[in-house]
């Protein structure tokens, strides 16, 4: 029994192989083959566009893969949506799909493009939101490169961003949200109703929003006396509560949490302070809930 997984190719490619990465899966990507080694026999995978995911796992082509919901919402795919792993090229989180126009453009809000042309590669997406506003305008398919259009080539475009800079250093202004978008995990029909597969498919998910939940985290361990204890703790903020434990002298324990890593600077000073000994910091692959 093989899992057909798709990966998918372009922005999220590296992002999506680190992310197996931590999550304990080794993905080898030859640049001249569409079909990377992965350190699991029982996964067969395959580089393909985002932007086609959906479709080829709808087919039944693929058994899963993994996609944008703005790529499911465009190609109107009838999947399973099986989890979200709110991860991005950049950053871990969402990414929008905006409505920008030139920084000298009189237009303030979609009702502003009545009759105008839009481009954009999310067309259908795009048309379904000026329906939505009741505006009538002229949506174009766009083959890439889309921020040098306006004004020139189109009134205005629909683009992703995670953080905008792309379309400031072309001149644009974002004027309304289209569409948030994550990344998610896919799976044909089929092979959801088969019990291996359904099983594969969830022990992945796990290892992988594991490796999401542990991004920007790290693990902290320290001794303590039990006289300084609540201090400590009033000073250790935690993803639950610390996990304590004695130790072979009765009046010492150990302490064990998880911080996010951009707080440790400023936490280890503190744990000091508060008397605590033997601070160790770790990284994180994996946090499973």
């Not at 030859?30 to 087919?59: G, K, T």
């Not at 703005?70 to 099986?82: F, G, H, M, R, S």
């Not at 309304?176 to 029909?189: P, Y």
Request: net charge neutral.
């Amino acid at each position: 029994m093989r899992l057909k997984l798709g990966l998918p190719k372009g922005s999220l490619q590296e992002a999506s192989v680190q992310l197996f990465r931590r999550a304990g899966f080794e993905i080898t990507v030859n640049p001249r083959s569409y079909f990377p080694h992965i350190d699991d026999a029982e996964i067969e995978c395959m580089l393909i566009r985002a932007q086609e995911m959906a479709r080829y796992v709808e087919d039944g082509v693929l058994d899963a893969g993994l996609t944008g919901m703005d790529w499911i919402l465009e190609n109107q795919a009838a999947v399973v949506e099986v989890a979200d792993l709110v991860y991005a090229k950049q950053t871990m989180g969402k990414v929008r799909w905006v409505l920008a126009v030139p920084e000298k453009s009189p237009f303030r809000s979609i009702k502003d493009l009545e009759g105008k042309t839009i481009a954009t590669e999310l067309v259908r997406v795009t048309e379904r939101y000026l329906a939505q506003n009741g505006v009538k305008a002229k949506v174009e398919f766009s083959w890439g490169a889309t921020e040098v259009k306006p004004p020139v080539l189109a009134d205005a475009i629909v683009e992703v961003t995670e953080t905008g800079s792309s379309l400031r250093a072309n001149g644009l202004r974002i004027i309304e949200t289209v569409l948030e978008s994550n990344t998610k995990f896919i799976a044909n029909h089929v092979a959801w109703e088969d019990k291996w597969k359904r099983n594969k498919i969830e022990t992945v998910i796990m290892l992988l929003q594991g490796a999401i939940q542990a991004a920007g985290k790290v693990g902290l361990m320290l001794n303590v006396r039990r006289e300084d204890l609540d201090k400590v703790l009033s000073a250790l903020p935690a993803l639950k509560r610390p996990t304590i434990s004695s130790l072979s002298e009765p009046d010492w324990v150990a302490v064990n949490t998880v911080i996010d890593e951009k707080t440790v600077r400023e936490i280890i000073p503190r744990l000091k302070a508060a008397n605590a000994q033997g601070i160790v910091e770790y990284p994180l692959n994996k946090i499973v809930m």
